[in-house]
């Protein structure tokens, strides 16, 4: 069982119009210290926010309550001019919680009013996640032949095959920078990883790493899932063979 948070700002479109054409720089500083403030404040909670879109943010929020939903959103209206709704939902998959949350968010399930919170929390319920972090293998010899912009087009394209793959195990994938990507994992998900690691390799000709990690909450299930990855480069780099998962 698993519990997601959606943030959204809430009308962006008609209060970016309010400061005139030149306004493009300043929006984007905006979405980026809105990004650094949610997730400073949910990690100091455990939880880890993916970057959905740039008004947009997903938290896996495994153990928090509706009042440290409130207490983060009073701490987000003290510091910007733009306000925000919460969609909480809970599942046994990272896709079925995303689904509560968007329907408790479209059928106006509020949870709490002043605050713009919707959805569903039932804190009788025992949570955790699985988190997958991905990598390429050697992307640094593919910069020999290619520009920094085709690299950026290759780890893109490979954005949408992981998306499009996993969403079909109910399962959620976001790109975190770099080469990197990290999927909140069903374990209908976990147990393919393998074959879709030797589908890429087959069909692209692209060598993915895989770091499994499993906790309670979202931040030290991505804390083992990079353990489990550095592992998988410990082992490369002493020359033995690598294996392309490891799970903690």
Not at 58 to 63: E, I, K, Q, T
Not at 99 to 114: S, T
């Amino acid at each position: 069982m698993i519990q997601l948070s959606i943030l959204k700002i809430t009308e962006y479109g008609p209060w970016t119009l309010t400061l005139g054409s030149d306004r493009e720089h300043e929006l984007q500083m905006l979405q980026a210290s809105l990004y650094k403030q949610i997730q400073q404040l949910f990690s100091a909670k455990n939880c880890l926010v993916f970057l959905n879109k740039s008004d947009e943010f997903f938290v896996v929020s495994n153990g928090l309550t509706l009042d440290d939903h409130i207490e983060i959103q009073k701490s987000l209206k003290e510091l910007f001019k733009v306000s925000l709704t919460i969609s909480i939902g809970f599942g046994n998959t990272p896709f079925e919680a995303n689904l509560k949350a968007y329907d408790g968010k479209q059928n106006n399930i509020i949870l709490n009013q002043e605050h713009n919170i919707f959805g569903f929390i039932d804190s009788t319920l025992e949570f955790n996640v699985s988190i997958m972090h991905l990598d390429v293998d050697d992307l640094k010899s593919k910069r020999k032949d290619n520009s920094p912009y085709e690299i950026s087009l290759k780890i893109f394209e490979l954005y949408s095959k992981i998306a499009k793959y996993f969403i079909e195990k109910n399962s959620l994938t976001f790109f975190i920078g770099g080469d990197n990507y990290m999927i909140v994992a069903s374990n209908d998900a976990k147990n393919s990883i393998q074959n879709f690691i030797d589908m890429i390799k087959n069909n692209d000709k692209i060598t993915l790493n895989c770091g499994i990690g499993n906790a309670q909450t979202s931040r030290d299930a991505v804390k083992l899932a990079t353990k489990s990855l550095d592992t998988i480069r410990e082992i490369r780099d002493s020359g033995k063979q690598k294996p392309d998962v490891y799970e903690l």
